[in-house]
């Protein structure tokens, strides 16, 4: 599967000369019956592009609005100096896209999906560019050399069920890139409203769920605005009860055999707060990204009630072959 990833990621570099495009980009809006997702829409805020999820609607209703570069549904990673070198898929702490390299707007990842289920996205990302250890944007952020690829194929309720979304996240450094830390980079980060799914739970199983808490209580809307809760874990759920087997909600469900950190926080937006969620690469503190080979990661995003969440998982952990390296 590394080989595979390999080869996208020169394509991206190499075969689209005649969609490396600055202005008029296509944004993207693909639905199964279950989603319907929106990539590379314009921001309502500043009538800007960016190479993201910048919208993803469940059964009709919005759960991830589009609210900027740094908030919707992407991936991005960082090196020990943290947000300060942070490459992040929509772009920088400015507001300042990235830049969106090449596009395949029918791709699918396989297990018998048609392409039409699918689109992939190839992106040069900027630094986010903030203080190391704090809030304070440091200015513009520069496009780094590192290639990213963001897949997303969804099921079609006959090979993969349609309640799925398997995202395969590819990258890769480039002469003059930071190492990049596994544990502290996001594959992938959400923020759904938590007007809608303001619970937040975990599993290590796919079976047992437990509760991500501040210390008091599971209710990212009662939290404080940007403390980051979490923990180590496979699967991280956000619901719309405060009782897991109640309710629906969107989870990520990553590899059967490593344990990530997962967290969620509670934080403030335009359209309202959002219950920010994101999963990591390894937990081991010496897994790091330091050759120019491609990586890749891929993560399953499941909507429904638990029982479903459950179903989704038992069909990604004995259906994807390869879960990537990261």
């Known amino acids: ?43 309502p805020f500043n009538n800007l592009q960016y190479p993201v999820v910048t919208r993803l609607w469940v059964g009709g209703e919005l759960v991830i609005p589009n609210i900027g570069d740094g908030a919707t549904l992407q991936m991005c990673a960082r090196s020990n100096q943290g947000n300060a070198y942070n490459p992040t898929q929509g772009g920088d702490c400015q507001g300042n896209p990235s830049i969106l390299s090449g596009y395949i707007p029918n791709w699918s990842m396989g297990l018998g999906i048609s392409p039409n289920n699918g689109l992939l996205l190839g992106v040069q990302p900027r630094n986010w560019n903030q203080q190391e250890n704090g809030e304070a944007c440091l200015g513009v952020g520069a496009p780094l050399p590192i290639a990213f690829n963001w897949g997303m194929t969804m099921g079609d309720g006959i090979n993969f069920p349609s309640q799925g979304i398997i995202l395969d996240m590819g990258i890769q450094r480039q002469p003059g890139a930071q190492v990049l830390i596994k544990r502290i980079s996001e594959f992938p980060s959400a923020f759904p409203l938590s007007s809608v799914l303001h619970y937040a739970y975990y599993s290590i199983d796919g079976t047992n769920y437990g509760q991500i808490s501040d210390g008091s209580t599971c209710d990212v809307l009662a939290w404080p605005n940007g403390p980051v809760y979490g923990l180590n874990a496979r699967i991280v759920f956000v619901s719309t009860s405060g009782n897991p087997e109640t309710g629906w909600g969107m989870a ?70 390869n879960w990537g390296d990261i």
């Open 1 to 43: 599967m590394k080989i595979r990833a390999v080869l996208v990621l020169l394509c991206l570099t190499a075969c689209f000369a005649d969609h490396f495009l600055n202005t008029s980009i296509p944004s993207f809006t693909k639905g199964n019956g279950i989603y319907q997702v929106e990539w590379n829409g314009v921001c």
């Open 252 to 321: 990520f469900i990553g590899n059967p055999n490593k344990l990530v950190y997962l967290s969620v926080s509670n934080r403030p937006t335009p359209e309202g707060n959002v219950a920010a969620m994101t999963m990591t690469g390894a937990v081991d503190g010496t897994e790091v990204i330091d050759d120019y080979a491609s990586h890749l990661k891929r993560t399953v995003v499941a909507v429904g009630n638990l029982d479903t969440i459950r179903a989704v998982t038992a069909a990604a952990w004995s259906k994807i072959p």
